[in-house]
């Protein structure tokens, strides 16, 4: 089973590059945590391969019910 690999700050400078390190090492099942709001963070993501995005505050409740995304096989 591949493991899930959680991202914070993905649309920063650090997280971003982290994000496309670890692609390029091959690793895609990325969980990338941004607050992306109205502005344009998001494009900070174009390129690069991941499983999903979620909002910090999201990813903390879904913490708390036990239902972060489960990987495809």
């Known amino acids: 089973m591949k493991k899930m690999i959680i991202v914070t700050g993905a ?13 390029a090492r091959g690793f895609d099942h990325l969980l ?4 992306l ?3 344009e963070k998001w494009r900070n ?3 690069l391969r991941f499983e ?13 019910q036990g239902s ?3 990987l495809r096989p």
């Open 37 to 39: 709001g109205s502005d």
């Open 45 to 47: 993501l174009v390129g």
């Open 68 to 70: 972060l995304p489960k």
């Open 32 to 35: 990338l945590v941004d607050n």
């Open 52 to 64: 999903d995005v979620l909002d910090s505050d999201e990813l903390l409740a879904r913490m708390e």
């Open 11 to 23: 649309a920063g400078f650090i997280g971003r590059n982290m994000a496309a390190e670890l692609n």
